[in-house]
RNA sequence: GGAGGCGUGGUGUAGUGGUUAACAUGCCUGCCUGUCACGCAGGAGAUCGCGGGUUCGACUCCCGUCGCUUCCGCCA
């Protein structure tokens, strides 16, 4: 080793000792006769004195140092003098009297500053992540991400858990979001997908008789960017043969709680609560509801079906609904910005959003004339409101409603400051509807996927109102995002005959893209269940990280990596071999 | 596919229809023996993303375009 220690080794206890250190120059301090230098590695940082009194060939070297050289520097541990002492500093008591300054490499001055204080753009940072990566935020979030890798691992497999690697080429399928699509040389005209997920790869573990799978699966999805979305991201994925849902829960809960308990040493207790998705729906607006501040939904639709407001009636009448929230101290908030929460519900399709103003009187809005007294009365009562909270209202069909006062609420606990630091709230999410309507292509569409068990008590609805079965399927919720998500799946060939008959897939169609899997459930599936977290938002959430990016060492940004270029253009050979013609760029298609 | 935001020395920001384009930090030089966001003095560094238009005059206003970003659509 070039080095005796890192950086973060030593304090009072080495005092004495001769040591040798390698790493990076995080600053020069030079005083005209004593240099000193902030030397950085991964484990710390440590001052370095070099004085010309005990050794000038060092000193002259250290003159010529510069930020983000790498430097090997000898001497002995010291104590510094006492009011010297550095508190800020993990290795603040001590400091290394130079005798020996050597230059590894030098350095240009670099794009970023190595700062955390100092962030620079995203762009900056993905192109010269190398150097992004130095900052000490980032190197911590590295090793929580290890940790948490670690402990998950350890985790799963003292509980018997097997970790097994699915294939990363896989056959495409048109469901869920667009495949990532590898071209086949050997055999042209073909290509291979990367997975979405290994979904159908586990479920074969299971009639495998693997009994309990898991993978740190890193899945492919070309979608567009999203702030808490990567085209390639990784999940805690698992997979269990004889179990319900509640064992599901209890091996994710424990992943959860070792996860947070290695990342970061918080104590998540187990035993989440649960929520059905229409309790979520109807209280909170989303699936995934944040249950860290209150403000939740008003429903008022009983209350202005026969009002005299047309606004509110008449979505009534055309079977929608009228709810709203109830902004505490929200009176206050001038008109722009409650216009501008009109714009917010917007965006999910709303028309507009209605308002009044609670105060002392009464209630203070344009829209007050409309109601009687009663009514007005009724809907004080209904929102339980006090002089001066703010009540809006969102009328409009179910889904719209929900949606737009969900986000809002959201939007407000953010914008008025509700949501109150390092509080997880986790929540299991349970009895999601088996099937969504597609509007535009007319038909029914798995919520999840096809492979989902349904309810055993809806089972008899499946042919004849497909839109009241509930499937057996859950997703973990914390602070309002999506942790990940699973179910029981289908093991019985005739169940998933008429899963696939509700969709519209036909025998054919289902054998040519499913054939495998269906033909592996003849032989035998045992029940089965299981579940994916996504490892990137949880450690993200560990780390307490502003961006999913921040903990991912390489992350692309719109599906550009900005550390390499890709995607680029390949060889004109290369396009031979795979018999590929390329017949357009964006610009120049339709 | 659509909507919004941003684009100004290396970096992060300020800015106004007419400026010498400001500040911080970084960089370079000099001074300084106890700093740790060291300090002090000086210096270099920007055709204000790109193209077009309006105007006597555009970094500023308008249109287009590119890049980044957030969101809708899409998607676990």
Known sequence: MLRTHTCGDLSKQHIGERVTLCGWVQSVRDHGGVIFINLRDRYGETQIVCDPRRDQESHREAERVRKEWVVRASGVVEARPPESLNPNMATGEIEIACDKLETLSVAQTPPLEIDDSKVANEEIRLRYRYLDLRRPSMQRNLTIRHRVAQAVRQYLSDRGFLEIETPLFVRSTPEGAR?????????????????????????????????????????????????????????????????????????????????????????????????????????????KPDTRFGMEL?????????????????????????????????????????????????????????????TDDGLESSIAKFFTEQELTAIRERAQAEPSDLLVFVADTPKVVATSLGW???????????????????????????????????????????????????????????????????????????????????????????????????????????????????????????????????????????????????????????????????????LRELRIRVVGTEGDQK
């Open 298 to 358: 008003i429903d008022y639709t009983d209350l202005v079906a026969d009002c005299g407001f047309s606004i509110f009636s008449k979505a009534v009448a055309n079977g929608g609904q009228v709810k709203g929230l109830n902004i505490k101290g929200g009176a206050t908030m001038p008109r722009r910005e409650i216009d501008e929460l009109g714009e917010f519900v917007k965006i999910y399709k709303a028309k507009g959003l209605a308002w009044m103003r609670v």
């Open 179 to 287: 495949d990532f699509v590898v071209p086949s040389r050997l055999y042209p005209g073909r290509f291979y997908a990367l997975p979405q997920s290994p979904q159908l790869y586990k479920q074969l573990l299971m009639v495998a008789g693997v009994d309990r799978y898991f993978q740190l699966a890193p899945c492919f999805r070309d979608e567009d960017q999203r702030a808490d979305r990567q085209p390639v991201h990784t999940q805690i994925d698992l997979e269990m043969s004889f179990v319900d849902e509640a064992d599901v829960f209890e091996v994710v809960e424990g992943i959860v709680a070792t996860a947070f308990k290695a990342g970061s040493g918080i104590e998540v207790a187990t035993g989440f609560p649960r929520m059905s998705y229409q309790e979520a729906i109807d209280r909170y607006g989303l699936d």
């Open 408 to 574: 809002l609420r959201n939007h407000l606990a953010r914008k008025l400051d509700l949501i109150p630091d390092d509080v997880y709230n986790f929540i299991w999410i349970t009895d999601f509807p088996m099937f969504d309507w597609n509007e535009e292509e007319n038909r029914w569409e798995p919520m999840h996927h096809m492979f989902t068990m349904p309810k055993q008590e809806d089972m008899q609805f499946l042919a004849s109102d497909p839109g009241r079965v509930k499937g057996r399927l859950y997703d973990l919720v914390l602070n309002g995002m999506e942790l990940g998500s699973g179910s029981i799946r289908i093991n019985r060939p005739d169940i998933q005959a008429e899963v696939m008959n509700v969709i519209g897939m036909d025998r054919a169609e289902a054998e040519r893209r499913f054939g495998f899997l269906l033909k592996a459930f003849d032989f035998g599936a045992p029940p089965h269940g299981g579940f994916a977290l996504g490892l990137d938002r949880l450690v993200a959430q560990i780390a307490q990280a502003e961006s999913m990016r921040d903990v991912i060492a390489f992350p692309y940004a719109s599906g550009v990596s900005l550390v390499d270029g890709s995607p680029a253009e390949i060889d004109e050979q290369q």
